[in-house]
């Protein structure tokens, strides 16, 4: 594996470090140390029409390659909501909390504009505006799109995206259409009424309040009808799935077909959040969340019917930032008003132009190690999970001790592919390590092999290698997917040297370990 040379991305107080580096630049194929780049490498997949990539390709949600690069906000400009959700309470405000639903201060239109212009000033890689809430952005037409024509009207680059439950789509989608919002979210939780009334209590309708399984037979009809209309437009429509075990995780299967039939782009199927001090019907029901490796089941086995998003985060409606870090303290009212907010498009563009140049470099990397993966022909069948520590920019480039989330890859012989993130409590705590927050990263990561990590000290390694999760630091701050090839590649040539022996990894493995070294093993014996 080469190295690759190291530019690392932030927001606009280092754009003019970078834009020296634009200068230093010499041309197509030498941004990368092994000059293995190419300005004209593709990053985009070879089977999507090129105006869907366009679409997608700095969108955060709809690419999960993009999602290491570029960042959305949301702005809460949509308090009500025209149904309910036995797994939503917009009373529960905590800041610490995300999740959707979860909001600290609404906005006015003028406020979110605002805010949007503020927050592209200070992050340049925000390319996405969402309206997700607190309510249903459709339940509040006026705000929502009064919203998007202030935006639309001075940063013209920003996608506009909505994310709604469906009931009133059908009734909005020349306006939709009009302010050229190319990303519709719609919650789909059911395709049958008879499940759908266990999950919405009631709906509000044509000036009338909808129960039981009539209610859930309306919102049928008007996602599916929202659905179709949209995917007519060629508008993009993401559908979002809340995973309630026991009540419609098998039924999902059939969402997934019935959402793909009828033309959508991505389906997200995420877990629900439930505890009872959020008071929603769920929380205090004690209806359970489904594990990590219950909602990965799940996902694998839609797969084949359609692209499945599995980096969502989960956000909250005022969200600001990368998926997976959350910035909307550093933009509250109080100090937006005290800020000169100018919108500087040119500035921005130049900015994006060198986080291309850096998904390029990636891109290329990650296709040499692919080719040198393929080399081996490796015939063995293996399939390993491996966590990373990142801040993103799709590199490895976080410390083991500060991490809050582990992005989880999956590597065989045919390549790699994220395939999730879990969360846990970070280990270093001021300068400390925290062993019960050890405790919870090992049981996090525990159908991992290895975890990837920009540094790890000696405590956390031991306690790693007791488990049989490999620590492996000598990736720090290359790109993510070339590094977990390489380590694939590593770890096949010692399994078959017979340095270590392979394990399948799962629950029952993990006070054993998942590869033994021989040696040790013999020197214990
Ligand atoms: Fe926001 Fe949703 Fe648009 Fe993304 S979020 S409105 S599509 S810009 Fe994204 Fe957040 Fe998941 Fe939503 S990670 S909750 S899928
Ligand atoms: Fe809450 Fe959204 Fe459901 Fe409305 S549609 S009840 S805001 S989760």
């Given at each position: 594996m080469q190295p690759t040379q190291y530019v690392g991305i932030q927001d606009i107080k280092t754009l003019g470090t970078l834009l020296d580096k634009v200068a230093e630049?010499?041309?197509?194929?030498?941004?990368s140390e092994g000059g293995?780049?190419?300005?004209?490498?593709?990053?985009?997949?070879?089977?999507?029409a090129p105006e869907v990539w366009e679409k997608v390709k700095n969108h955060p949600c709809y690419s999960e390659e993009a999602h290491h690069h570029y960042a959305r906000m949301h702005v809460a400009v949509a308090p009500a909501c025209n149904i309910q959700c036995?797994?939503?309470?917009?009373?529960y405000d905590c800041a610490n909390e995300s999740r959707?639903?979860?909001?600290s201060e609404k906005l006015t239109p003028e406020q979110a504009a605002k805010k949007v212009f503020a927050v592209a000033s200070t992050i340049?890689?925000?390319t996405v505006l969402g309206i997700a809430g607190p309510g249903d952005p459709l339940a509040n037409p006026a705000k929502t799109f009064k919203t998007f024509e202030l935006i639309s009207q001075t940063a013209p680059d920003i996608k506009l995206c909505l994310s709604t439950?469906?009931?009133?789509?059908p009734d909005h989608i020349d306006t939709i259409a009009a302010f050229n919002v190319d990303h519709v979210t719609i919650t789909i939780n059911m395709v049958d009424p008879e499940i759908g009334q266990h999950i919405y209590p009631w709906i509000y309708y044509q000036n009338k309040r909808w129960t039981g399984i009539e209610a859930a037979r309306i919102l049928h009809e008007r996602q599916m009808l929202g659905l179709e209309m949209l995917t007519a437009r060629g508008i993009l429509c993401k559908v979002n799935s809340v995973m309630i075990p026991g009540i419609n995780d098998q039924h999902l299967v059939e969402v997934n077909r019935a959402v793909k039939s009828r033309g959508a782009f991505l389906h997200n199927i995420m877990p629900l959040i439930s505890?009872?001090?959020?008071?929603?019907v769920f929380g205090l029901n004690g209806q359970r969340g489904p594990s990590a490796q219950e909602l990965k089941a799940l996902q694998d086995a839609c797969e084949g019917e359609m692209n499945m998003m599995?980096?969502?985060?989960?956000?909250?409606?005022d969200a600001v930032g990368l998926?997976?870090?959350?910035?909307?303290a550093e933009f509250t009212t109080e100090k937006i008003e005290a800020m000169e907010v100018a919108y500087d498009g040119a500035t921005r563009k130049a900015y994006q132009e060198l986080v291309e140049q850096e998904r390029q470099a990636k891109s290329a990397a990650k296709a040499a190690e692919q080719q040198e993966l393929a080399q081996?022909?490796?015939?063995?069948?293996l399939t390993l999970l491996v966590a990373v520590a990142t801040k993103?920019?799709?590199?490895?480039?976080?410390?083991f001790g500060h991490v809050s989330e582990f992005q989880i890859y999956e590597v065989s012989s045919a390549g790699s592919k994220f395939v999730g993130h879990r969360r846990v409590d970070q280990y270093c705590q001021g300068g400390y390590g925290e062993e019960d927050a050890l405790e919870t990263v090992i049981r996090a990561i525990n159908d991992c092999h290895a975890v990837l990590v920009a540094k790890i000290g000696g405590c956390p390694k031991d306690d790693l290698q007791k488990v049989g999760i490999e620590p492996v630091d000598?990736?720090?701050?290359?790109?993510i997917e070339q590094s977990v090839i390489a380590y694939f590649m590593d770890y096949l040539e010692r399994v078959r040297s017979g340095q270590i022996e392979h394990r399948p990894r799962g629950d029952a493995d993990i006070r054993q370990?998942?590869?033994?070294s021989v040696q040790s093993t013999s020197a214990a014996a």
């Open positions: 630049h010499k041309g197509c194929g030498t941004s293995k780049a190419s300005c004209g490498s593709s990053v985009g997949p070879a089977d999507m036995n797994y939503c309470n917009r009373k959707p639903g979860v909001v340049p890689q925000m439950n469906g009931l009133a789509l505890a009872p001090e959020h008071g929603t599995r980096h969502c985060r989960q956000c909250r409606a998926l997976g870090e959350d910035r909307s081996m022909a490796d015939q063995s069948g993103g920019q799709g590199r490895v480039n976080e410390h000598r990736y720090a701050h290359e790109f370990g998942a590869y033994t």
